[in-house]
């Protein structure tokens, strides 16, 4: 899953139209705070990734201050998964053959679904999981779509993300890099 600093250095590169064609689906933005309780990540290590060292460079030798902010964001595309199962659907879970994966215990194997209408709008779907799916703090009853709007809230067991845009990944991504160099 990538870290919202990992859009950085397309965000310097592109317009925020620019970026939405790149992106022409939403996301699911998710905050983690330091202190958060981390049950069901103790498997996980971190790792430096190319996208990490390639921004290191990039602020070392542009003078970009990046906030330390953007690496408390997780995002997740709502795109289909190539070669998965069930096309006409974007599961959500913990398990690894699902389209957006999230690595909490209190998520399902097979959690959720998003469908995308020929229109362009998005409706979730909890696919019968332990611990439900909230649509903005109200519980969705199994295997019923609820549709879903940019800003919307959704919390898969105790996992809460934000349903956003590419224009919106931008201006966060924006607000939190400026150049520290000297100003001409």
Do not use: C
């Not at 330390?68 to 995002?75: C, G, W």
């Amino acid at each position: 899953m990538p870290r919202l600093f990992e859009y950085v250095l397309e965000v310097r590169k592109q317009s925020p139209a620019e970026f939405a064609a790149t992106y022409p689906y939403p996301f699911l933005l998710q905050y983690r705070d330091a202190g958060e309780n981390r049950d069901g990540w103790t498997f996980k290590t971190q790792t430096i990734s190319m996208a990490s060292a390639k921004l290191a460079s990039l602020a070392a030798s542009e003078q970009l201050e990046v906030s330390p902010e953007l690496a408390k964001f997780d995002v997740y595309p709502i795109e289909k998964a190539l070669n998965n199962p069930w096309q006409e659907r974007i599961s959500i879970g913990r398990a690894r053959n699902n389209d957006i994966v999230l690595g909490d215990s209190s998520v399902s194997k097979l959690h959720a679904h998003f469908k995308r209408t020929k229109t362009g709008d998005y409706f979730v779907a909890d696919a019968g999981s332990r611990n439900g799916t909230r649509l903005n703090d109200q519980p969705l009853e199994p295997n019923t779509a609820a549709p879903v709007k940019l800003g919307d809230t959704l919390t898969f067991g105790r996992a809460t993300v934000t349903f956003v845009d590419a224009f919106r990944l931008h201006d966060l991504v924006s607000k939190h890099v400026k150049s520290a160099g000297p100003r001409p």
